[in-house]
Nanobody
Framework: QVQLVESGGGSVQAGGSLRLSCAGS????????MGWFRQRPGKEREGVAT???????SYADSVKGRFTISQDSAKNILYLQMNSLEPEDTAMYYC??????????????????WGQGTQVTVSS
């Protein structure tokens, strides 16, 4: 089992920044991909960024150049630095981890562990 707990969400004006954190624990944490997803109002959940165990990162086109995914392996914390935020970034953001039977495939990774989510609201 893997447990994931997000924090760092909040309200910010357009152009501002936020850093999301995801504290992870469990037997298989950190052995595969980690990722951030989001669900915007009225839309399906979508992938935002992933990082593989070797450090390779991948981003959705909509956030490329503005968001940065990183992790502190020693502390088992995953981060998402979000800069130049836009109202369209308003969403519930979820941290996710690899699961061998996970139902969500994204950027070559199979995700099946999810955090509870943290809300990000960007006002214009």
């Amino acid at each position: 089992q893997v447990q994931l707990v997000e924090s760092g969400g909040g309200s910010v004006q357009a152009g501002g920044s936020l850093r999301l954190s995801c504290a992870g624990s469990g037997d298989t944490y950190g052995t595969g991909c980690m990722g951030w997803f989001r669900q915007r109002p009225g839309k399906e959940r979508e992938g935002v960024a992933t990082i593989k165990s070797g450090g390779t990162t991948s981003y959705a086109d909509s956030v490329k150049g503005r968001f940065t995914i990183s992790q502190d392996s020693a502390k088992n914390i995953l981060y998402l630095q979000m800069n130049s935020l836009e109202p369209e970034d308003t969403a519930m953001y979820y941290c996710a981890a690899t699961h061998q039977y996970g139902a969500t495939w994204y950027r070559g990774c199979r995700f099946g562990y999810w955090g509870q989510g943290t809300q990000v609201t960007v006002s214009s």
